[in-house]
């Protein structure tokens, strides 16, 4: 019963939050109810007994990502009313609703699948984050690894774009442009 | 009143149609990006409920790199739009057709 | 013997390649004379021939090589002379000998004098081929060959628009007989299995009847096509475009009587199906009749002569389609003579008048035109058909087959055509010789032609007198090939009467042209006359209407019909067809290339939409799947 | 060297083509014709070697390509190929030798000579994909001459030549690999080798589909009705040098692949749809014939004639006995000789004059008599004159249609008529009447170098008319090879009773002989 | 209680990781150099790369022997899968890789080849790519795929200059929509069979006999609509035109080749089961795909008025084509899917590498785009050999044969033929013979049209250097001399692809 009132209260919630986002004019009020809504799905990991997920979705999106957005936010001014022409609202809902029917349509039969055997079962008597650790670190060791890559290659790409060495392109120099450029930056260095 | 696994996932499937209208929407492109985000935890619920009902953990593994995908993707979102604001002083993506045809 | 054939058949060809030779040079007699002198050593040859097969000799027979060899087919360029072709290498030697002589006068003025020469000789050749021929193909070669030297020598002036006109519509009519031919020569192949005559001849008797028939009339198509019979007669006025020696030899004598020649060789074929021969002596009394009415009112000189010899060619059509062939190849080569000589003679007068053809602005040529005057009479009274000359002895023949055969419809025809052959020669030579000298009127100075023409003349002025004493020697020859059939009307009574009749109407006619035209009064017509204004003088003065009718109904549809094909049909239907359905795929692109808008937002609805149209699709046939048992229930219900 | 002189035929025009790019480009002519006699000379070695009595095919060469899927570089030549192989560097030739001031010379003659490997190809390869290969790649140099020596629509009408045949084409790729794959499951093993196909016995259902798509990549480039519109195009667009060749070669391509392909691997679809191909044959015929009356540009005439002909080859190819065959095989030949040399001809005036529209000229038998001469050598051999070439192949074409149907063969026959029709029509407007043109007033003659093509054109005309048997015999033999082969394959009683058995035939002969003995 | 886990080394077969962790090593040492010494030359990564790609190459030349000696490996938990479908579009990536790093050493000075963080990350994406080919498990599939695509967007971003920013923020929402469909489809899956190891999801729908289709098709549509992203499938194909001609030239050569065959490789492992099952939707709809593909990319491509998009649609057409052969689903036809895409890649990088040696820095007044169809009019009257090595690879795209595409052509299309898809291959061709067109149209204007007032013919080969002009030399004798490599790769595909079970 108390799962069914916090699934309930919960879902409301995050659908509200998330509809908010998507909708709201107001920048502020936008990621606002984003990072609502995000600490609101990790209520959802609680009550699934994710509590790893749980902590990490607290963390690294209402922490991480959306400390980095409200930068971005700052960065790029969009505080204020955001104006967005939308010519066609009713492709957007129509489109939208039409697929959440249609899951729904699919999803709210019950599966008659029987077969499913749990390849990394919960273990009894181990906390979550151990059992996570565990196979995190046989099984997807691997994909773990790939993911610190990922990671670093995001930041990478993160230092790149946003270094100041983009703000001149030498695609667009002609030779002499470059050398004039280049003979400016030793100056600076010097 | 159970709640069983089906209402996860249409719970899931719902907040990932928000995140759709989201994504066709929004024409800043740093909202666009949290339309995006959405999408992904709306997955991320679905997952972790399955990973609980099914007793497995692999959901929740999968869960755990969809987070760290979403990071990174935040990361070269944010590079990206940092280059073009600098040029063109906007997010905007009606300013973004020059290619078309 | 053979060297004797060789030489009949090459030395016109090795004449024409001569004088080809000097074909782009300035005129020099020796192209002329040269295979002038050659064309009289075939005619040498053919006389050694004549003489040997006279004399009871084999027929001569070669195989020189291979024509044409695939399959069960087998052609070889083979040549045969028996009585019926050395009868017939005879006349065209001799004619064209004649005609070559002549011409070296006729032409001396002329820019294309070499070339003339070139062409007449080709064509020499090639009717030699016709005639020696041992099968259907090389027939078809010489058939060919004749028609192509016949365009070149009708267009030889291709300066005139009409010249070159008439060329191509002889060409082309003549075409249409081909085909016909063609199929004959398919058709005999198909069922006999070898074009060569003798096969062809010893095994018809097995064929079917229907078959035969179609052999025969298709055969018979390409005969009517050269030997310009009724409908496909107009070329052969149109073709007296040319200059005249060629109207003497090649539409005359030689070329338009290749269709005889084809119905007389194929005597076997036609022997086994008389109805298809019966066809062609109605067609031919039909063709005598209607040509030699149209030359009642021609004002043309030389298409009087073309229509009497159209009018002769029916004749001998009646012959052969009744079976008398050795008649009809009588008549053939009799003809030939006087005809060719009174297109000589006709040449010598438009040699003297300037090329002027009308001849009621002639008149009283007499004086000036001594020779050609008595020749060209002397012609025409064999044409006409009075004893003793030539066309007597060869033109009551034919009366007397279609009377001993008892069709006598043809041979009322025939007879009645007689008496208007009489009339229209001598309301010609009236015209042209007596009465008041009308050509002065136009300023016109005639003289006599050439010594030599006249002289090179005199063969067939000689032969159109007396051909007809040969009859008895000539049959026995021919028989030997020709079924043997005498004609004579049983009752001699009959006879006498119908001889002397025959005469007498004939002579009556030629009375009723002299008083008619040889008098000062006539004068040249203007149009005005009450007699040119009757409906029957319209019709016959425009040849029944049917060159009309060909014009308005055959070449300009015709020509209307290419111009849609060309500009409607493959224009605006094929082409466009292909350039459309490039042009709707190309259009395609333009129309939706707006997808690509270019605008991001668009390009995630349209990857939303799609995912949304795959799931709407994928949700229908899952609820399909799911409740497959029900939908099956529902529909078995609704009697599906 | 005789062993791979096919090799040698193929590539080394290729070959010298490559070296010709190094060439400085006032040496370039004489090059390209020593190339191309030594590439003559070659055929006709070819032709002095080639054993007339043997019907199969010889001087084969085999080199496996990709064997895995059974694609093998297959060569060998039979009567029917052998002559077209000879025409097609004889026409290269002639073609290099007698060509006129052309801009980019060096280019054209490069061109020419990777063309003359393609076309050297098509007719030897017994390999699927080898023939598919040459075939498609005949397409580019042609593409190329179009495009780039052609006039005003020069694009326009590349372009549609180029795609609508590689559409066709493609089509007939999917037949052919159609083929393969029935070859796999008989035999297990993949094989594009023509002669292998040959053994292959398919159902009738079968033997229709895929000579429905075969027949659509070849009718497109015969070109048949109604597919033929391209060719109106590429052909008035054209410099001459490649009119003359896509007329004199490249269209027989299809003809020929109709003889190599369709009748042989299926004769009982051959039977079934020979008389829709017939009657498509005769509107080739009649409609394309009226059409070429109707122009205006001599050229488009001869183009039209062309398609006229061709309606002539394809009855004869669907006449399915050696008479037909063999008739159509040497049409093939003699189409070449005669259009080539009628293109040549336009040719000739169209470089003095920059126009070819009928209605500018007139009267040019006073001016240019040499020239009017050997037009109407062509014109008489093009309405199949008996003694010139045209007239045998066009024979024995209808005569052996003449034994499938007598009512066919009598439309088709129409041909004689209607080709003489626009062939005088033409000429008389060209060269008939006064010259009333002052511009014509002066034209010089045909020149020697002109000659030098024309002569030869004009005497083969002649002698092949005269004495067709050093072609006609050794196409008959594989001809009858043919025949048979179709005739021991042939499931349907349609086709056994349509396409005649030679031994069979010949047995009876015998036993008869015998009995009469 | 948690068990310590005993783990023998040899039983993790770290052999399997090792083509994968080369460029990783290569990456971070291109990294390590730049922190120690900045403003190295670009040649010096150049070879380093190149260097790196090379021992890839001999590595998975390595996994080749032992494939074809023990078959299938598995590795590292079983989550590495080394089999033939691996090891072959392995061999593409890194092959076609080490074709396009040369393609740095341009003439001109473009911005991305003045950062090490290029070749790193370019390295980097190529073990992406390595890993997203190397396994079934879904996750690592998706990391690996995430790896390399944010590698790519970046480099896509680097050519710096207003339309490749423009290119990669569109190329990256996309692929962000696109991530968010897998994340949803793998749900679906592993909701339905508890695993995300397609092997697993396999089996167990097998033992289900597909009972819940309704679920099955959810999941595959949301699979279908991700790699539909990534492999151009219209109309998820949006990015692609706009990309390619956003990117630099040779960057879109690279987009049109390697990020391709490693979806293809996954949708080959994920859609084949389903194919084989019977699923006849999914036959359905990647029919459908297959000829939307191939016709309406080639229809937009006929209209194009810049060579690099017209490329952009010929390679969304491509994808289509080849697309057809996951569709049929036998062993030849996934043989010619990888012999396609090898013949293919030679082809249009070539193509495009000659493109970017045209590159313009600065575009005259009627010049709209970089490489407009005018600017290579009259081409062959200043610089023959560079068009008539452009004809050859149009010629060779077009599939005239001999030359390569051709071959990949005729045994996708036998292989439709052999596989009962009788419509389906006269469509294909068909659609070869419009693709006719556009290619031909460039033919055309460099061939038959004259050239632009003052076009001195320098722009064509402004940009080339030796490195380029070897890369487009290979691609070149690549295109033409196809035929003479081809039995051996085709026996060698067929051999892994069929001893890979597909």
Redesign the interface.
Known sequence: MFEAIAFYLFAFLTTVMFFIAVTTTQALHALTALAAGMIFISAFFFILGADFLGAIQIVVYSGAVMALYAFGMMFFDTTRDVKEKNGNKYIVFGLSILAAVLVVVIFAAPMVTNNIVALHPMIEGAGNTQELGMVLFTKYLVPFEVAAVMLLVAMVSGIVLAGKKMDLSLTLMSDAEIIDAKKEQHKKVL | MEIGLNHYLVLSTLLFAIGLIGVMRRKNLLLLFFATEILLNSVNIAFAAISHYYGDLTGQLFVFFVIAIAASEVAVGLGLLIVWHKRHGNIDLDHMSTMKG | MELYLYLALFSPLVGSLFAGLFGASPRTKIAGVVPSLLLLLSFVSSTVLLIYILSGGEKVHVEMMTWMATGDLYIPFGFVVDQVSVTMMMVVTLVSTVVHFYSIGYMDHDKGFNRFFSYLSAFVFSMMILIMSDNFAGLFIGWEGVGLCSWLLIGFWYHKESATWAANEAFIMNRIADLGMLIGIFLVYWNTGSLQYDHVFATVGALDKEVLTWMGIFLFIGAMGKSAQFPLHTWLADAMEGPTPVSALIHAATMVTAGVYLVVRANPLYDLIPNVGLFIASLGAFVALFAASMALVNRDMKRIIAYSTLSQLGYMFVAAGLGAYWVALFHLMAHAFFKALLFLGAGNVMHAMHNELDPFKMGGLRKVMKGTFIMMTLASVALAGIYPFAGFFSKDLILEVGFVEHHYIIYTVLLFTAGLTAFYSFRLVALIFHGEERYKLFGIHPHEAYKFMLVAMSPLLLLAIIAGSFKMTYFEMVTAVLPATEYHVHSTIAYWIMTIGTQLFVILAIAFAYKKYANNKVKVPDGTSKMENRLCYKILSNQYYIPYIYEEYLVKPYRELSTVFWKQVDMKVVDATVDGIAGIIYAGGEKTRVMQSGNLSTMLKWMVAGTIGLLSFAVVFGLAVRYSGEIKTILSGLGV | MLNHILSILIFFPALAAMLGFIIHKDSIRAYGVAIAAIEFSLSLWLWFSFDSSASGMQFMEHL??????GINYILGVDGISLFIIILASFFTMIGIASLTDTKNEK?MIVTLLFLQMTMAGVFAALDG?VF??FW??S??PM??II??WGGPL??YA???F???T??GS??M??GM??V??FY?QATGTWSFAILDWYRLILPESFQLWLFAAFFIGFAIKVPM??F???LPYAHGQAPTIGSVILAAILLKMGTYAFIRFSLPMFPDASVFFMFPIAVLAIIMVI?TA??A???EDVKQVVAYSSVSHMGIIILGTFAL???GI??SIFLMIAHGVVSGALFLLVGVIYDRRHTKMMNEFG?L??VM??YA?IFGLML?AS?G???TIN??GE??S??GF??QS?IL??LA??A??VG??YM??AY?KM????VTNEKNKNLPDVSKRELLALIPLSIITIWLG????PI??P??NS??SIVQLMHDKSITNEAKTRIPNLVKGAEIAKTSEQGAH | MIEPVNVSLASLNLMTLAPMLIPIVGALLILVIDIFKVGLDKTLYVSISLLFLLMDFSALLGSAGVFTQDGIMMGVFNVMLIDGLAILSQFIIVGASMLFIPLALTHKRFHEFSYPEFFALFLFMIAGFQFMVATDNLILVFVGLETSSLALYTLVAMHNRDKSFEAAVKYFTMGALAAGFFSFGAMVFYALTGSVEINQIAAVLAANKYVDIGYVLVGVVFMLASFGFKLSLVPFHTWAPDVYEGASASMAGFMSIVPKIAAFVVAMRLFEFLIHSGVAWLEVVLYTFVIVTMTAANIWALVQTDVKRMLAYSSVSHAGFVMAAILIGTTQSNSALFLYWILFSFTNLGSFSMLWISRQKHLPEHQRSDHTYDKFAGMVQTSPIAASIMGLFMLSLAGVPPFALFWGKLYLVSSAVTGGYTVLAFIMVLNSAIAGYYYLKLIVYMFMKEPIMGNDGHIYVANATIALKTIIGIAAIGTIFAFVTLNPLLELITAFVYNSGY
């Open positions: 496996p390509l990709v064997p895995a899927f280019n994909i598919y290969i498609e790649l397409l580019v593409l190329y495009g780039a020069r694009i590349s372009v549609k180029f795609l609508y590689f559409a493609l089509v790729l999917v690999l159609f393969a794959y796999y009705f109604p033929h519109t391209w409609y009226m059409v009356y109707a122009q006995n050696v008479e063999t008739g009267g038998a006073h008599p040499r001469t008489m309405v004159m008996p003694l007239f045998v024979f024995l209808l005569l003449y034994k007598h063969t009598l026959g129409t004689i008529i003489a029709i005088l029509a008389k060269f008939f009447g006064e005269i004495y067709p048997k006609l015999a196409i008959n001809v009858e």
